[in-house]
């Protein structure tokens, strides 16, 4: 059973930094592309970064470029966003998703706050 | 950037009812990178329909994707009461910075 779970959200103030992590089973994690994907309370979905399958090539959406960096570890079936001068218009659940022909398998998110 | 446009913003339907929802792209797009989801409230979203057409998988036959170019639908042929949900179309066609649209709320009447 394929399973992603985030953690790593929580209470930040203003320009701070955040580190998310998402654990990735039941498949073959270096085999796919994976991506963040953020939606702010109320509002809709917006996708906010992609690594590749060998971690060599990433992207972002304009509005995190220079502040957020994907990573992943394939020993350790692992995805990153670390986030740093964090804004309040950061503010969003934050799903780590799996990448083939559309998102089919998602994580239950993990809430980050933005607030002084 | 290409830009979704989903409308409308929110239906109010009865169940049984015909859905149909639209998506509109700024620019053109294949057809093969074009995926629907489905989302409740406090649930992650849930993949209905990639390519513009094909169902992901365990999703019923009422639901059904079409469209090119810019334009593409999702239909709900007939409405179930667990598909009252808020409905996103999302745009890999312009690899690899994705988009989604604002979403359609699909409500009960």
């Known amino acids: 059973e394929v399973q992603l779970v985030e953690s790593g959200g929580g209470l930040v103030q203003p320009g701070g930094s955040l580190r998310l992590s998402c654990a990735a089973s039941g498949f073959t994690f270096s085999d796919y592309w994976m991506s963040w994907v953020r939606q702010a309370p109320g509002k809709g979905l917006v996708w906010v970064a992609n690594?590749?399958?060998?971690?060599?090539?990433?992207y972002y959406v304009d509005s995190v470029k220079g502040r957020f960096t994907i990573s992943r570890d394939n020993a350790k079936n692992s995805l990153y966003l670390q986030m740093s001068s964090l804004r309040v218009d950061d503010t969003a659940v934050y799903y780590c998703?799996?990448?083939?022909?559309?998102?089919?398998?998602w994580g239950q998110g993990t809430l980050v706050t933005v607030s002084s | 950037e290409i830009v979704l446009m989903q409308s409308p913003g929110t239906l109010s339907l009865s169940p049984g009812e015909r859905v149909t929802l639209s998506c509109r792209a700024s620019q053109s797009i294949s057809s093969t990178y074009l995926a629907w989801y489905q989302q409740k409230p406090g649930q992650a979203p849930r993949l209905l329909i990639y390519g513009a057409s094909s169902r992901a998988t365990g999703i019923p036959d009422r639901f059904s994707g079409s469209g090119s170019g810019t334009d593409f639908t999702l239909t709900i042929s007939r409405l179930e009461p667990e598909d009252f949900a808020v409905y996103y179309c999302q745009q890999y066609s312009a690899s690899p910075t994705w988009t989604f649209g604002q979403g359609t709320k699909v409500e009960f009447k």
């Open positions: 690594i590749k399958p060998n971690g060599r090539e990433e």
């Open positions: 998703a799996r990448f083939w022909s559309g998102f089919a398998y």
